[in-house]
C-alpha cells in the first residue's frame, strides 16, 4: 500500500525538533547478500536530461535510522538539484489542518453516536490502557527532549472521539510501544522536506491533501467496521500477551537499508495501513478484508501513480532546464509512467520496465 505519511505526520510535524540526529544504531543494517554498501542499490532513479532530474524513493520511518545508509550518491542529488517535490507540502500548515480536518467526523457527530456500541467500548479501554502505558513506553532519550507521554498522548489522541473511524482505526494501528518510542524524530520524507526549506531550495507538492484523504474516507461502514474490529482484536492480543508484535517497521528499515529494492516495493510495508488479510479468518471475513485491500491498491497506489506520473511529465515538460528531485515513498517511484533509469551507488545504471 501505499503512503500514509500525512497521517504521522500530523504529528510529527509538530513534535520535530531540529536537534542534531542521533546516529543510527551501530549494525542497523546487516545485509545477508552483500557485504560492500558500496555495491548495493540506492533509490535513486535518473531522468536523463541536462541538468539530470531524480526521483527518490523515500520512505516513513524516523531519518536517523536510515540516513547514514543513504548513499552519496542520493545526498549529492538532492544537494545538486534546484527545485525538490514531494507528495505532499508538508512543511506548509495548510497541510497539516486540512489533513485534520478532513479525518474529522462531520459536524456535530462524535464516535459514540457512530460506532456499535462493543467496538466503542473497546476503544475506549484500549486507549486508557495506551494512555496508561505510554509513560513506560517512552524513552529517557525522548524526556530528555522535552517530550512527554501526556502531551504525546493528546498530540496522537487527544480528539478521538470526534474521528472518523477509519482514521481512528489508522491512530490505534500506530499506537504500539514501537511506534511511541520512534517519535519524535523526523521521519526521512518530513526530513528532506526541512532540509529543502533549510537549503532554501524551491519546493512543491504533487498531491493535494484531498486526493490523499478522501479515498480513505470512501471505504464503507461495514468495511470500516470490520476493519477496526480486527484492529482492536489485535491490539487485544496484543495485550494479553497471545500476540507477537509483527516487526514489519524493522524488517522495513532493514530492506532499505540494504538497498532491497523488490522487498521494500512489493512487500508494501511502507504502509502503515494493517494487512487484514489473515489466514485464519473465516471465509466471509476474509473477503471482505480482500476487498477492502484491492480498493486501497485501486486508489492509492494505481490511481495516484497515474496522477503523480501526468503531473511529474507536465513538470518537466514546463520548466526543461531545471533539475528535479522528486522524493516519493519507494513504494511509487518504479510505477510511474516516466522513462527513467534505475542507479546503484556504484554508479552501475540500468533501465527500469516503466
Ligand atoms: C460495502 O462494500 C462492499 C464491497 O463493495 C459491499 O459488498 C457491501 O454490501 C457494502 N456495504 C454497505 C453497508 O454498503
Ligand atoms: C469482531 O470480529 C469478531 C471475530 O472475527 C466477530 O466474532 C465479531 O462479531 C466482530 N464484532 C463486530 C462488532 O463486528
Ligand atoms: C487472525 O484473525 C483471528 C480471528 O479474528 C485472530 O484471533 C488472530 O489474532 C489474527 N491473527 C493476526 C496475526 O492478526
Same mark, same amino acid.
Given at each position: 500500500m501505499s503512503r500514509w505519511s500525512w497521517f504521522l505526520l500530523q504529528t510529527l510535524c509538530l513534535l520535530s525538533t531540529g536537534a542534531a540526529p542521533p546516529r543510527a544504531? +551501530?549494525?542497523?543494517? /546487516?545485509? !545477508? %547478500?552483500?557485504?560492500q554498501q558500496s555495491e548495493l542499490n540506492s533509490f535513486l532513479w535518473t531522468i536523463k536530461r541536462d541538468p539530470p532530474s531524480y526521483f527518490f524513493g523515500t520512505i516513513h520511518v524516523p531519518y536517523t535510522r536510515v540516513w547514514d545508509f543513504i548513499p552519496d550518491n542520493s545526498k549529492e542529488a538532492f544537494l545538486q538539484s534546484s527545485i525538490v517535490y514531494f507528495e %505532499? !507540502?508538508? @512543511? !506548509?500548515?495548510y497541510t497539516i489542518s486540512a489533513l485534520t480536518s478532513c479525518q474529522?467526523?462531520?459536524?456535530?457527530?462524535n464516535l459514540q453516536d457512530v460506532l456499535p456500541r462493543d467496538i466503542y467500548c473497546r476503544l475506549k479501554r484500549h486507549l486508557e490502557y495506551v494512555k496508561l502505558m505510554m509513560p513506560l513506553w517512552m524513552t529517557p532519550d525522548q524526556h530528555g527532549k522535552g517530550l512527554y507521554a501526556d502531551y504525546l498522548f493528546n498530540a496522537i489522541a487527544g480528539n478521538w472521539e470526534r474521528k472518523r473511524p477509519v482514521w481512528v482505526m489508522l491512530m490505534v494501528n500506530s499506537l504500539t510501544e514501537v511506534d511511541i518510542k520512534s517519535r519524535g524524530v523526523p521521519v526521512l520524507d518530513l526530513f528532506l522536506a526541512q532540509e529543502a526549506e533549510r537549503l532554501k531550495k524551491q519546493t512543491g507538492a504533487v498531491e493535494k491533501v484531498e486526493e490523499q484523504c478522501h479515498p480513505l474516507n470512501g471505504l464503507n461502514f461495514s468495511q470500516v467496521i470490520f476493519a477496526l474490529n480486527q484492529t482492536l482484536l489485535q491490539q487485544e492480543s496484543l495485550r494479553a500477551g497471545s500476540?507477537? &508484535? +509483527?516487526y514489519t517497521t524493522e524488517d522495513l528499515i532493514k530492506h532499505y537499508n540494504c538497498g532491497d529494492l523488490s522487498s521494500v516495493i512489493l512487500s508494501h !510495508?511502507?504502509?502503515?495501513? +494493517? /494487512?487484514? &488479510? /489473515?489466514? @485464519?479468518? +473465516?471465509p466471509q471475513e476474509r473477503i471482505t478484508a480482500q476487498e477492502i485491500d484491492s480498493y486501497l491498491r485501486q486508489e492509492l497506489i494505481y490511481k495516484r501513480n497515474e496522477r503523480i506520473g501526468k503531473r511529474v511529465k507536465a513538470l518537466l515538460e514546463e520548466f526543461p532546464d531545471k533539475g528535479f528531485f522528486f522524493a516519493f515513498g519507494a513504494d511509487q517511484c518504479p510505477h510511474l509512467s516516466v522513462s527513467c533509469s534505475h542507479i546503484t551507488s556504484s554508479g552501475r545504471s540500468y533501465q527500469v520496465a516503466v
Open positions: 544504531a +551501530p549494525g542497523a543494517a /546487516n545485509c !545477508d %547478500l552483500k557485504s %505532499l !507540502d508538508l @512543511t !506548509d500548515p474529522m467526523l462531520p459536524q456535530g457527530e500476540l507477537q &508484535i +509483527p !510495508d511502507s504502509s502503515q495501513v +494493517p /494487512n487484514f &488479510i /489473515n489466514a @485464519t479468518l +473465516p
